[in-house]
Structure formats: structure tokens, C-alpha cells
């Protein structure tokens, strides 16, 4: 197949959606511009499975432009935007292989057609595409003679890919960037808040103000998810399992407390942990009626739907992306996108001028794999320093910032140890 979309006559729609959000990218039309006069990925293949968004489309074609022959697959089921993919496809010459709402068969197809690309570099977010070239039952083998190294957008892709790096099993050069300073302060943290927040009130229309908004997770993400409903009014109550993540939500302002406790008391759920089974059936028994129970981790693991589904009488899809769930004392639980990210499955993910900086890093990154990756060691690397802060200067400079820098007295006084009292 050269690609595998719903309909490429939803391609005019999506073009105006691409280009809307790239005029909330101008760090990205920098690096674009440089990367049309440069051709710094002339001859890479590019295979990556990144969330089929009008931000995503952004940073396709400027590898394109850059030189890179890529493809792209979804890097999550529910999360591909179909006008987006068929834009990609009739008005850019990309070959996407993307469906909303397509099933984990075809999902993986999916990942397998982009490998069939044979790519230099690969560009991952949640590590499926690296986990899949990895596995013994593919032809990984082969086609991993070719790639001389990859990127991670996710916390949860990177939690991946240095478990195999510690278990010895990777084969390639990763670099990080959900690591970057430039990507998961905000990213994670003003991406995450405010997008999560709009799926949950385009999935169910309720007013925040006054609930117990749960928030299970006080990472990056958690804190921006936190904050937003903070600001909307409602009491925020974190679950946490590391102590120094619990004193710091308290310090914020929040209520910290065990997952039991608060399935009590708790309106609104919301996983953002990057592991399995947070939220489980001893939980749901003791929830309110009609409580509501999302998740904005990568995967769709974090709630326990198969627990749910067990001790249920009763399930009904009452509104698009709700799932109601009876249990035997008829209290209702509503799950919202199927307990995958609602921020992308209900709405339409983080906004433009966040991924600015994200996908930056990605291209950026690109560029420094094409021209060392085959120096460099089979490891999970950070974003080089030098990329991150020229992002951040980049992107002040779009917003039209100016900020002070070091007097030569004061750079000779900071690397020094004679001056003292």
C-alpha cells in the first residue's frame, strides 16, 4: 500500500487545519526555512509514529523540506485527525497509515508499513515503532542495519527504551526529547493541563467549578493537569507513590492522599502516572455515583477497564466518548475515550504553539542523528544542551522577548572559587 487513511477527499479540510496551526509554530518555520536553503536530511528515511495532528503534519513537512523521505503511522489508535492524515497524503506527498479508531490489528499494520520503509532515523512517541523493529518475531534484523538512530517524544517511551537499554537489548541511539527542558516543562506541563481539561469537558459538558478533580500522578503533566483545574475552580486532591512528589503537590496548594481514600470523595479522575492498573476495582466500589474516570497517560493501561467491565451488571455508550458502567449496587462510572488519552481522543490535543517547541527538538534532532549518529553509542541520550537552548532562544525571539546576558565580570565571577565574603 502507498498509504491507508478513511477518505483523501477530506484532504481540504485538513490542509486549512495544517495551516492553521502552523502559524502558531514559528520556531519551527525558522528551522524550515533554514532547512529548505541547507537540505540537512537529503537522502534519510524518516519512519514515525507520532499522534496524525495538524501539528504533527507541521513537522513532517519540514523534514520533508529538509531532504528526508518519511512516512508516518499513528502512534495511538484513537488520536489520528482523518482530514490531517488525507491532507498529508493529496496536498504534501507523505504516505500516512492512519485510521481513527482503528483496531489494534490494524494498528500494528500500520507500524509494520512504516518499518517497511527501512528508515535511517526513527521517530517514536510511546516507543511502539522501536519495540515492534525490536522484536523477534519481525524482520528487525534487516532493517535495523540501516538506522543509525531514533527519538522519543513520551515519558512513557522513554521509561521503554532505557529498560532495554539497561537489559541490553537496544540496538540503536535514542535521543530523549520528551527529556528536553524545552519539552516537557511545558509541553507536559501547559500542553498536558490545558488539553486534558478540554477533552474532559468536550467528552461531558460538566462545569469543573466546586468538583473533587482527582489527579492520579504529580509529574510534569500531572502538575500542569493540576494547575488548569486549580484554575477552573475545582478542589484538586493528588494520589502519589514518591514522597518527594507528595510534599511538593502540598507545597502547591493540593491535598495529597492515597487512591482509596479518594476514590471516596473524588468526582473526576484522571491517571497521568505512565504505569499500569493506578486505578483498580477496589476503587470503583467505593466511588460516587456517577463519577468520571479518564486517563491522560500514553497508553490505555492505567485504568483498569477489564476490572471494570468484571464486576459491572451493565455498560452503555451514553454520550461519544463516555462509557457507562453499573455496577451491582447501581452506581454509575463514566469512562471517558476508553480510557485512552482523552486529551487527544476527545479533543484535539496539545495546542499549536507548545508543540512548537516539541517538534523542534524533533527536527533538530533529526539533523544531529543524520550527522552523528553512527558515532554514538546503543543508549538513550539527552537532547544536546546546545539544541534546547537554542530552541528557547528561538522561541523568545518569535514572541518578540528580549532577556539580559552575563556581564564578562559576571562570567568570570561564576566560574571562579577565590572571591568569597
Known amino acids: 500500500m502507498k498509504y491507508h487513511i478513511k477518505n483523501v477527499k477530506l484532504a481540504p479540510e485538513g490542509k486549512l487545519r495544517i495551516e492553521w496551526a502552523e502559524r502558531e509554530m514559528p520556531v519551527l518555520r525558522l528551522i524550515k526555512k533554514r532547512f529548505k536553503k541547507e537540505k540537512p536530511l537529503k537522502g534519510k528515511r524518516i519512519s514515525c509514529c507520532l499522534?496524525?495532528?495538524s501539528e504533527t503534519a507541521n513537522l513532517l513537512d519540514?523534514?520533508?523540506t529538509g531532504g528526508a523521505n518519511v512516512v508516518l503511522c499513528a502512534s495511538n489508535p484513537l488520536s489520528t485527525q482523518d482530514r490531517v492524515a488525507a491532507s498529508l497524503v493529496k496536498d504534501y506527498g507523505i504516505p500516512v497509515f492512519a485510521i481513527c479508531g482503528e483496531d489494534k490489528k490494524t494498528y500494528y499494520q500500520h507500524i509494520k508499513a512504516v518499518l517497511n520503509h527501512q528508515p535511517h532515523i526513527t521517530m517514536d512517541d510511546g516507543a511502539d515503532l522501536v519495540s515492534t523493529l525490536h522484536s523477534k518475531s519481525e524482520r528487525g534484523g534487516a532493517l535495523i542495519k540501516n538506522v543509525?538512530?531514533?527519538?522519543?517524544?513520551?515519558?512513557?517511551?522513554?521509561?521503554r527504551l532505557r529498560s532495554m537499554e539497561s537489559s541490553g537489548v537496544l540496538?540503536?541511539?535514542?535521543?530523549?526529547?520528551?527529556?528536553?527542558?524545552?519539552?516537557?516543562?511545558?509541553?507536559n506541563r501547559y500542553g498536558t493541563g490545558q488539553s486534558t481539561i478540554d477533552g474532559i469537558v468536550r467528552a461531558t459538558n460538566i462545569l469543573l467549578a466546586g468538583k473533587n478533580f482527582v489527579v492520579c500522578g504529580y509529574g510534569w503533566c500531572g502538575r500542569g493537569v493540576?494547575?488548569?483545574?486549580?484554575?477552573?475552580?475545582?478542589?484538586?486532591?493528588?494520589?502519589?507513590?514518591?514522597?518527594?512528589k507528595a510534599i511538593e503537590?502540598?507545597?502547591?496548594?493540593?491535598?495529597?492522599?492515597?487512591?482509596?481514600?479518594?476514590?471516596?470523595?473524588?468526582?473526576?479522575?484522571?491517571?497521568?502516572?505512565?504505569?499500569?492498573?493506578?486505578?483498580?476495582?477496589?476503587?470503583?466500589?467505593?466511588?460516587?455515583?456517577?463519577a468520571?474516570?479518564?486517563?491522560?497517560?500514553?497508553?490505555?493501561?492505567?485504568?483498569?477497564i477489564e476490572g471494570l467491565k468484571r464486576i459491572s451488571k451493565k455498560r452503555r455508550r451514553i454520550r461519544q466518548f463516555v462509557e457507562e458502567y453499573t455496577l451491582p449496587n447501581g452506581r454509575r462510572i463514566n469512562l471517558l475515550a476508553e480510557g485512552r488519552l482523552v486529551n487527544l481522543a476527545a479533543a484535539e490535543g496539545h495546542p499549536a504553539s507548545v508543540m512548537?517547541?516539541?517538534?523542534?527538538?524533533?527536527?533538530?534532532?533529526?539533523?544531529?542523528?543524520?550527522?552523528?549518529?553512527?558515532?554514538?553509542?546503543?543508549?538513550?541520550?539527552?537532547?544536546?544542551?546546545?539544541?534546547?537552548?537554542k530552541i528557547a532562544r528561538l522561541k523568545l525571539k518569535t514572541m518578540g522577548i528580549k532577556i539580559d546576558g552575563l556581564t564578562g565580570e559576571q562570567k568570570k565571577y561564576l566560574s571562579s572559587w577565590e572571591m568569597g565574603t
Open 171 to 187: 540496538r540503536y541511539p535514542i535521543i530523549a526529547v520528551n527529556d528536553a527542558q524545552t519539552k516537557h516543562f511545558f509541553d
Open 226 to 244: 493540576a494547575m488548569r483545574a486549580k484554575g477552573m475552580g475545582a478542589n484538586v486532591l493528588v494520589t502519589e507513590v514518591d514522597h518527594l
Open 51 to 53: 499522534h496524525v495532528t
Open 62 to 64: 519540514t523534514l520533508k
Open 292 to 304: 468520571i474516570i479518564c486517563n491522560s497517560g500514553h497508553f490505555n493501561v492505567e485504568v483498569d
Open 249 to 290: 503537590a502540598v507545597m502547591d496548594g493540593f491535598r495529597a492522599m492515597p487512591i482509596l481514600e479518594a476514590a471516596r470523595i473524588g468526582d473526576i479522575f484522571v491517571t497521568l502516572t505512565g504505569d499500569i492498573n493506578v486505578i483498580r476495582p477496589n476503587h470503583f466500589r467505593r466511588m460516587k455515583d456517577g
Open 356 to 389: 512548537d517547541m516539541s517538534f523542534a527538538n524533533q527536527a533538530l534532532c533529526a539533523e544531529y542523528l543524520s550527522r552523528r549518529g553512527k558515532n554514538l553509542a546503543k543508549k538513550v541520550y539527552p537532547v544536546p544542551q546546545s539544541i534546547d537552548r
Open 148 to 159: 543509525i538512530g531514533g527519538s522519543e517524544e513520551t515519558t512513557t517511551g522513554v521509561l
